[in-house]
């Protein structure tokens, strides 16, 4: 049997404890992403959510560029964040557990064969166009613009979600410290590990 999910052959983890600038969701209303960009907390400054978001910067939209015009300038920004912000990685899957006072939820950054998101083949997942399907479209012209995969699809398993919640639990557990770990501002606790090659991944996407 084909595996529906595999490993990340080469990615890049940020350096410290926090991404570049404000921590909006990329499924956050356009006001709040614009306000999040114009705020001190940028000052300027290279930040992941204005690569994201190129045409909603203070620039792009002085400017009036389109996510086309401004995708140049995401793309430099990029370059130079992976440079001083990111190190490379390679052959992982990255366990991730968010806890707040609103609980705490686990899932996994891997890859996944498209076949399990085809809402005509195995609907192993529910896709995230289902719910968000401007959003999720303006996202992929900006990522197919970048040549780069700068956030992950959230999505959720429609069988077995215990189970693996149950692995993920058990393999962080033994992993230790958080690889990464930051608060954003709505006081959640971001954590993130990386598990390479061995029994361990195997047991996760198997």
């Not at 440079?83 to 557990?97: C, G, H, I, S």
């Not at 896709?127 to 959230?154: C, D, I």
């Not at 598990?195 to 996407?205: K, M, S, T, V, Y």
Request: hydrophobic share 50%; proline share 6%; net charge negative.
């Amino acid at each position: 049997m084909t595996r529906v999910v595999r490993p990340i052959a080469a990615g890049w983890v940020v350096n410290g404890t926090g991404v570049p600038g404000p921590d909006v969701d990329e499924f956050a209303e356009a006001e709040q992403v614009i306000t999040a960009l114009a705020g001190p907390s940028t000052n300027g400054s290279d930040t992941l959510l204005a690569v994201q978001h190129p045409h909603r910067t203070p620039a792009a939209l002085a400017g009036g560029l389109s996510v086309v015009d401004a995708l140049p300038a995401a793309r430099q920004m990029l370059d130079r964040l992976l440079n001083v912000a990111y190190r490379e990685v390679t052959d992982l899957v990255a366990p991730y557990m968010v806890s707040g006072p609103d609980g705490t939820a686990l899932g996994m950054l891997c890859l996944a064969d498209p076949a399990v998101v085809d809402i005509e083949g195995l609907a192993r997942v529910r896709q995230a166009e289902q719910v968000y399907p401007k959003v999720v479209a303006e996202r992929a012209a900006v990522l197919a613009g970048l040549g780069w995969a700068t956030s992950a699809a959230m999505l959720v398993p429609t069988t077995g979600g215990a189970e693996l919640t149950e692995a993920l639990e058990q393999v962080i557990g033994r992993l230790g410290a958080a690889e990464v770990a930051t608060t954003d501002s709505a006081g959640r606790l971001h954590r993130l590990w990386l598990l390479g090659p061995g029994a361990e991944q195997d047991e996760l996407i198997a």
